[in-house]
């Protein structure tokens, strides 16, 4: 839970560098807080300089995301101020003793299952929605070699296509009722998807499991926050950009992690 792994990466030197220091500084404070009977000037300190590098990296990531001029920069700002708002709920001249032991523990905990939650579910995709992609074709190169896995991902890709045919075919307040039946339908696809793909990697023992179940609640979890409701201005531009990310979020996540599930 404390470590960087590859799936981690997302491919730019400088965010997979930072993210791998952020991982490790955790994983100090873990390791510290574990040895120690109560809360070492140590532990305290590794929780400065985690405080102090997790806003030098989102600096850094949101001015490359802006550079880019990367649609999902209000999304990252969001996220990352829950991580530091999550930080200083934590004082640093917060007493010693067994509560504050499993406060701290409590605390990298959650910072360790949020970093990863949002390098796969946010962070994998920066950069990729720079250049347009027009195509909602199913093609070979999708293939995962797993029969039911791949008619899924098949399925899937005729949800959103269906989605951004819709959306580009007439004027929004007459397709309204019909956009959110079609992301409803997507969104429970998505979940049935997802599980029968865990069931599937649980039955043959398959060591990414919990990476995969990391990468689908996150993806789920950005499916949950559609709410057309309180869109009220570039509602278009807002669902062509969802419809958007929604396909290379997908592209992604099969050509990087479920290509890789072995077949029976």
Known sequence: MYQ?????MTGIPMVDEEHRQLFDTIY??????????????????????LKQYAETHFKHEEEY???????ELPRQKREHQEFKE????????????????????ELLEYLSRWLYHHILGSDIMIGRFCTK???????????TGIAFVDEEHAELFSIIREANELIHREL?????????????????????????????????????LEVQQH???????????????VID???????????????NWLVNHILRLDKLIPSE
């Open 4 to 8: 960087f792994t590859e799936d981690c």
């Open 28 to 49: 100090q404070a873990f390791i510290l807080s574990n040895q120690e009977e109560n809360l070492s000037s140590e532990v305290k300190s590794l929780l400065l300089v």
């Open 65 to 71: 995301m802006k550079e880019m001029n990367d649609p």
């Open 86 to 105: 999550k930080l200083e709920e934590f004082p640093l001249e917060k007493p010693d003793g067994s509560d504050g032991k499993q406060v701290l523990k």
């Open 133 to 143: 992609v027009d195509s909602f074709e199913f093609t070979p190169k999708y293939y």
């Open 172 to 208: 929004l307040y007459d397709k309204y009722d019909e956009i959110i039946q079609i992301l409803e339908e997507l969104k429970d696809y998505t979940i049935h998807h997802f599980q029968d793909e865990e069931e599937y990697m649980k039955r043959i023992g398959y060591s990414g």
């Open 215 to 229: 990468a689908h609640r996150a993806f789920v979890d950005r499916l949950n926050e559609i709410n057309l409701d």
């Open 233 to 247: 201005e570039n509602q278009q531009e807002y669902l062509e950009e969802l419809v958007e990310f929604l396909r």
